[in-house]
């Protein structure tokens, strides 16, 4: 191995340190606790270090953030059922349990503030991918609608929950009740003109 592969490799290892110990001191303590001096700490790298791989905090959100897109784009793609059970439940299933289980990150994807390009062609790939399976998803059950449109009311109704069963603002013995409501109201096909 050359001298420039095993620092390119090095590298990488220190990126993807500095990317594991932010989301480590978030789920512990939330993303407010994650500055560049603690990140310093934790991985043992002075500051000018950490901001030669990163601009800033919000660069390690991002970075974060899109990995977290792949890692839900695999959920997603693992959950897809075998014949007989709702593709719309098991993606609304996996999307919530991931949501449920990895606060911190599913917060870095889609609360706080990043400079990902939601909605537009220069969107990173893995967030391409989560959506792609959402996409999927919905296909069955989009009838005549516009089936992005759609796609986006299923995801909007996913964070609707994820966000508000996180903060503990609904009823939990009602989340069964809930999502079969969401999913019974998606699935509906138009009937009528002009609906």
Do not use: C
């Amino acid at each position: 191995m050359s001298i420039q592969n095993r620092r390119e490799r090095e590298r990488a290892e220190r990126h993807q340190l500095i990317i594991d110990a932010a989301r480590e001191l978030a789920e512990e303590e939330g993303w407010d606790a994650v500055t560049t001096r603690r990140l310093a700490d934790k991985v043992e790298y002075s500051q000018p270090v950490l901001y030669s791989h990163f601009k800033g905090k919000d660069a390690i959100v991002r970075a974060v953030a899109i990995q977290g897109a792949g890692e839900l784009a695999r959920q997603l793609r693992k959950a897809r059922p075998e014949k007989g059970r709702s593709r719309l439940r098991a993606a609304a299933e996996a999307y919530l349990k991931f949501a449920n289980t990895r606060p911190a990150l599913y917060d870095a994807m889609f609360v706080q503030r990043v400079d990902i390009p939601f909605g537009t062609d220069d969107i990173p790939q893995e967030l391409r991918d989560a959506f792609g399976e959402l996409v999927a998803a919905v296909e069955p059950v989009r009838g005549d609608r516009d089936l992005e449109t759609l796609t986006e009311l299923f995801w909007s109704t996913l964070h609707g929950i994820a966000t508000l069963t996180h903060g503990k603002r609904l009823r939990p013995a009602h989340h069964e009740a809930r999502l079969e409501m969401a999913l019974g109201a998606l699935s509906l096909t138009q009937q009528e003109d002009g609906l």
